[in-house]
């Protein structure tokens, strides 16, 4: 690996903590109403359905109470009435980078997204607050009937794929913020792969956010069509505010027959962030679904990916990395819902505490009686910096009949003083040390990643360990 | 140039005195070998050398090439040309040795100065083709599911690697059977030479007929209690070490 490559995806703490002055065209203002949501509809100049769409979820999310009863109490702290849902200065992404107002061009260039478009993305979607301000794809894609826009567009210009998919995978009211998500939702991706089209270089998106006390609520919907083939990557980042900042989205993923879809994201938010996520994928027969998810950084995370294994002999994946510093709660998960034959699944997951951090981790593997031959297959593995570092794990697993098979395993282990010692006596700092372990405690599931990802992954743990030492 | 250590005090931390004021001298070009009954403080010496947080230096000094290197971080010892081959190498899970070595290489380059990888290999090639080792080794994790055998020779290997002015090797030949013992000593051998000052500690003097030293200590109490050369190892072996013991009394009450 050439140190420019490395370079050109630096994509660190300190590179995405910084911001320009705001200056937004579009506003809908502090706190949440169905006025707030008429704002954005207008705005937007949405279609009837949707206007409707999102007022019902609003009296969704509002009638739902805060999941306090078995999540983190410090959910408690996000003033829904001090948040601002909507920012943008333009309703359409332009295809050119030229053409992005200088200001925010500038904050992608210092994020290194043109430079990674150049060299190896098949396209690019860049957001900033609620709207994206670039999106573009290579021609050919286009020729072969791919389609890869914003939400936006997607329900605007292809109504009839939008439509029929969107909030089937996870409905409002899955949980308060699939709903808070359904009300306000704004940017995010909309692709469509068609039969048998195999992307060969990934697709990507990159969330911004700018704004201080704000909320970003991208909506994401993937449908890979028969024999189809797509890997996504999306990356995260935000300045670091003293203030809350909301992060909510919703990305729903369809697997038709035999379709592949490869989910990746690395994120790196500010520790200001409370990052609620819903994600989840229907996988047909015989398709795969994969999910790899690192998250770093944000100050509460409550993101558990799923796969709903529709098909006989559908795949689900989840990889998962959480790396939980001072003041930070990884709670992270997977869930796995068979619901046919001959499916399997298989959960991933490792956490690193560091300091005063909190990795969760929650299971869900449901396998009914009627159902046979399903595998599912989960491990996961706690690592501790410190004596102050704190683990849990919660596995729900379901499975019943005689015919399906699960395992699970579960480790948890702590770098020791003989470890550094030894490291530290071979000439490697005490910070060097501890990231030498980390990075070898992750090592075998990052060697699953793609290749741009391990290394931006390597780089943030050892940013992460810098700062932890001292 | 030397490594000199002059009237050691240590201790484990808040516990008892382990050194009682050791005074050695280890020069470039020559091996010296520290042998004591269990308990002396063999180990707790190497450990206090290399700035093991468990223990703390009570008096005295280490001076590497007349820097004293007690107020040091361990890995700042170990960059300014210690090392240690130790009695229990550590298993570091996921990380290659290849990776390992290099990080340890790259620790000692400047800042922006990049290990060169090709030949990096190379050189490591040639050490581990010394040692009998297979180049399978390189991916595998340091000292993970090792054999007693393997991890000695990683120890000697990552020495050879480094390069270091003085190296210390606690009870290198410990768990290993006589086949693996002689690589181990050939390997080490293969050092010496008028850039490296070792200290072997050892309890048996098998070892010593392979590494053979140009000075032999014995360590009781936390203290040197003779010096002579190699034959005082045979001594010991045919004797034990009570008879050492045995005189330091009969001096003492004398």
Known sequence: MSTETISQLDVDRTRGDFHYPEQHTFDAGVGLSHATIDYIADVKNEPDWIREFRHKALDVFESKPMPTNWASKDLDNIHFDKIRYYLAN????????????????????????????????????????????????????????????????????????????????????????????????????????????????????????????????????????????????????????????????????????????????????????????????????????????????????????????????????????????????????????????????????????????????????????????????????????????????????????????????????????????????????????????????????????????????????????????? | MSLVIHNLHARVVGGQEILRGLNLEIEKGRVHAIMGPNGSGKSTLSKIIAGHPDYEVTGGEVLLDGVNILGMEPDARSRAGLFLAFQYPVEIPGVSNANFIRAALQARLAAGEELEATEYYGDLYKEMDRLEIPRGFTARSVNEGFSGGEKKRNEVLQMAMLKPSYAILDETDSGLDIDALKIVAAGVNAQRGPNIGMLVITHYQRLLDYIVPDVVHVLVGGRIVRTAGPELAYELESKGYDWIKDELEAAATA
């Open chain 1, 90 to 470: 333009a309703q359409r992404p332009t295809r050119s980078w030229d053409e992005v107002p200088d200001d925010v061009k500038r904050t992608f260039e210092r994020l290194g997204i043109p430079e990674q478009e150049r060299k190896f993305l098949a396209g690019v979607e860049a957001q900033f607050d609620s709207e994206a301000v670039y999106s573009n794809m290579k021609k050919a894609l286009g020729d072969q009937g791919v389609i890869f826009v914003g939400s936006t567009d997607g329900l605007k210009d292809h109504p009839e794929i939008f439509r029929k998919w969107f909030g089937k995978v996870i409905p409002t009211g899955d949980n308060k913020f699939s709903a808070l998500n359904s009300a306000v939702f704004s940017g995010g991706s909309f692709i469509y792969v068609p039969p048998g089209v195999k992307l060969k270089h990934p697709l990507q998106a990159y969330f911004r956010i700018n704004a201080e006390n704000f909320g970003q609520f991208e909506r994401t919907l993937i449908i890979a069509d028969e024999g189809s083939e797509v890997m996504y990557m999306e990356g995260c980042t935000a300045p670091k505010f003293e203030t809350a900042t909301l992060h909510s989205a919703v990305v729903e993923l369809v697997a038709l027959k035999g379709a592949k879809i490869q989910y990746v994201t690395v994120q790196n938010w500010s520790a200001n962030v409370f990052n609620l996520v819903t994600k989840r994928a229907v996988a047909h027969e015989e398709a795969e679904v994969k999910w790899i998810d690192c998250n770093i950084g944000s100050r509460l995370t409550m993101k558990y990916p799923g796969v709903v294994l529709k098909g006989r002999k559908a795949r689900g994946e989840v990889l998962s990395i959480a790396l939980a510093n001072n003041g930070q709660h990884q709670d992270t998960g997977a869930k796995m819902i068979h619901a046919a034959d001959e499916t399997t699944s298989n959960v991933i997951s490792k956490s690193i505490s560091i300091g005063e951090g909190r990795a969760s981790y929650r299971g869900q593997v449901h396998i009914p009686k009627h159902l046979k031959g399903c595998k599912n297959n989960t491990e996961c593995d706690a690592l501790l910096i410190n004596s102050t570092s704190r683990t849990d794990t919660y596995p729900a697993i379901t499975v019943r009949g005689s015919g399906n098979s699960v395992q699970h395993e579960a480790s948890v282990s702590q770098v020791s003083a003989e470890q550094i010692f030894y490291m530290q006596q071979r000439g490697l700092s005490e910070a060097q040390a501890m990231s030498l372990s980390v990075n070898g405690f992750v090592n075998d599931l990052v060697r699953e990643f793609p290749m741009e990802y391990s290394v931006e992954l390597k780089r943030l743990i050892d940013l992460e360990m810098e700062g932890s030492v001292g």
